[in-house]
């Protein structure tokens, strides 16, 4: 079956301009994580959402960042007037219900803020 | 703090040696996890070994998990030029709704 897939692979911007990823879950999964890679960095959790409950944005590091889920399906992450920092991978992941699960993981946008 | 941190090494081996990386946590797990990247792209998920298990094997893999000492270890045998990649561990801890993903290992495997 498909896997996780993500959207734009890559993505140049300026400084200022606001840019929204997307990520598609594996269907069914009701869990869905955002992360952020930083070159040669590990992986920094961004958001979390599950099924219909209040998703878990402790991990966002600045309200400039945002991010929507409908359901169980497309989450959009949004960055809002974006700075050279925010030059990243940004990955996607969904599971099951528990968060003991293993994560599936998509391919992730490169984001390139100059 | 972030759990599931890796000894911070890079590793460069010859084929058909055996790789082993290292990872600790501070708190409480239900288990643990291993991921591989390849190339700064999305994770591929290797093994889970639980709380309550010392030692699990997947193919060429073995992982080893020390609760009392709050550590892990992954071991790959024989390896191979396709698994130069960046490997990570993630735990976690109880009553926590998340992964927690360590700062990861390069292994450079050389042909």
């Known amino acids: 079956g498909a896997g996780v897939s993500q959207s734009p692979s890559n993505k140049v911007t300026e400084k200022g301009k606001d840019v929204e990823l997307r990520c598609d879950p594996i269907?069914?999964?009701?869990?869905l994580y955002w992360y952020r890679q930083r070159l040669g960095q590990g992986l920094e959790f961004l958001i979390y959402f599950q099924g219909n409950s209040a998703p878990d944005k402790s991990g966002l590091p600045s309200d400039r960042f945002s991010a929507e889920r409908t359901g169980e399906s497309v989450s959009t992450l949004t960055i809002q007037r974006t700075q050279q920092e925010d030059s990243a991978v940004y990955l996607c992941?969904?599971?099951?219900?528990?968060?003991?699960?293993?994560?599936?993981f998509g391919p992730g946008t490169r984001l390139l803020v100059l | 703090s972030q759990q599931g941190e890796e000894d911070p090494q890079a590793l460069s081996i010859q084929e058909g040696e055996n790789a082993t990386m290292n990872c600790s946590y501070k708190t409480s797990i239900n288990n643990l996890q291993w991921y591989r990247q390849n190339s700064g792209r999305g994770l591929v998920h290797l093994i889970l070994i639980r709380s309550n298990e010392r030692e699990k094997h997947s193919g060429r893999l073995r992982v080893t998990l020390d609760t009392s000492k709050k550590s892990s270890s992954l071991l790959i045998t024989a390896s191979r030029a396709a698994d130069t990649a960046s490997y990570f561990c993630?735990?976690?801890?109880?009553?926590?709704?998340?992964?927690?993903f360590g700062k990861g290992n390069q292994v450079v495997v050389i042909p």
């Open positions: 269907s069914g999964h009701t869990a």
């Open positions: 993630a735990t976690d801890a109880r009553g926590n709704n998340r992964l927690a």
């Open positions: 992941a969904s599971s099951g219900e528990w968060v003991q699960e293993t994560q599936y």
